[in-house]
C-alpha cells in the first residue's frame, strides 16, 4: 500500500477547501438556472393559454357577448364574472367593460349586506339615546336613574322613509363647509352616511332590507315625572367609515 506523503495530505485538504469554497457559488448557479426554467415556463403556459382563450373566442364571440349581456340584465352578476373570466386573456375590450360593471355590482351588493350587519347588531335603544345625548349636550344622568329618565322606542321604517329621504336630497343639495360641525342644537345634525347606504335609502325600488331604522327617544325630567318632558325622533344608519352609525333627526323639542 503506498505510503501518504505529507504532499499528497496538503493537496487532499486543499482539494475538500475548494470544494467547499465553490459548494455555495454552484449552489446559486444552479437555482438561478432552475428558477430561469420555471419563468420560461411560466411564460410558454401563459402564451399557450392566452392563445387558447383567444381561439375559443373567436369560435362564438357574438354568441358569448349576447350571454353575458343576457345574464347581466338579469342581475346575475357572478354568473358574468366566472363566464367573462373564462376569456380575460383573449384582451376583448367588450368583454372586459362587461366584467367591470359586474364586478362593481357585485362589490355594492357585499358592502350592502356589511351596512346591513352593521345595522341590524347597532341600531340599539342605547345607540339612539347616545346620539340625542350628543346632540342637544345633554349631561347623562347617574347610571342608577338611566333607565328612569330616557327611554328608547323602535318605530317602523317604512313609516319614516319618505321624509328621510327628503332629509338626505336637502343635505345633497346644500354644500358642506370643511370643518363645519357635525352637532348643533336644537335637533340640527347632517350625517355623513355610506353613498351605498344613501343609494339605498333613495331607491323607491329596493327590494332588500334597509339598512336604517328609526327611534322615538323620551327624557324625562326626574324619574317621578309622569310623562317625558322632552322627546326627539331619530334615524340611525351606517355612516362613511363602515364602522358606526351616524343619525339625522326628523322631530326635535322646540328650544326653550
Not at 232 to 249: H, K, Q
Request: hydrophobic content about 45%; proline content about 7%; some cysteine.
Amino acid at each position: 500500500m503506498p505510503m501518504i506523503t505529507r504532499t499528497g495530505i496538503l493537496v487532499a485538504l486543499g482539494a475538500i477547501a475548494l470544494s467547499a469554497a465553490l459548494a455555495p457559488s454552484a449552489l446559486r448557479a444552479w437555482q438561478q438556472h432552475r428558477e430561469v426554467q420555471r419563468l420560461e415556463a411560466a411564460r410558454a403556459a401563459l402564451a399557450n393559454e392566452t392563445a387558447a382563450q383567444k381561439a375559443a373566442l373567436a369560435e362564438r364571440r357574438d354568441a358569448v357577448l349576447a350571454e353575458l349581456r343576457a345574464m347581466q340584465g338579469a342581475g346575475k352578476h357572478d354568473e358574468v364574472m366566472r363566464l367573462a373570466s373564462r376569456y380575460r386573456l383573449a384582451d376583448d375590450a367588450d368583454i372586459q367593460s362587461i366584467f367591470r360593471l359586474s364586478a362593481a355590482a357585485v362589490s355594492q351588493r357585499q358592502t350592502l349586506e356589511r351596512m346591513r350587519a352593521l345595522a341590524a347588531t347597532q341600531c340599539t335603544a342605547d345607540a339612539a339615546i347616545a346620539a340625542v345625548q350628543a346632540l342637544d349636550a345633554v349631561p347623562a344622568p347617574a347610571p342608577s336613574t338611566t333607565t328612569a329618565t330616557w327611554s328608547a322606542t323602535a318605530l317602523p321604517l317604512r313609516d319614516s322613509l319618505a321624509a328621510i329621504r327628503a332629509q338626505i336630497r336637502r343635505a345633497l343639495e346644500t354644500p358642506r363647509h370643511e370643518g363645519e360641525g357635525e352637532h348643533a342644537p336644537h335637533g340640527e345634525h347632517a350625517p355623513r352616511l355610506h353613498p351605498f347606504v344613501i343609494q339605498s335609502l333613495l331607491n323607491e325600488q329596493e327590494t332588500g332590507v334597509v339598512p336604517a331604522c328609526v327611534w322615538r327617544v323620551a327624557h324625562q325630567a326626574s324619574a317621578t315625572a309622569p310623562t317625558p318632558t322632552d322627546a326627539w325622533t331619530i334615524w340611525l344608519a351606517p355612516s362613511a367609515n363602515e364602522r358606526t352609525l351616524d343619525f339625522g333627526v326628523l322631530a326635535a323639542p322646540k328650544p326653550p
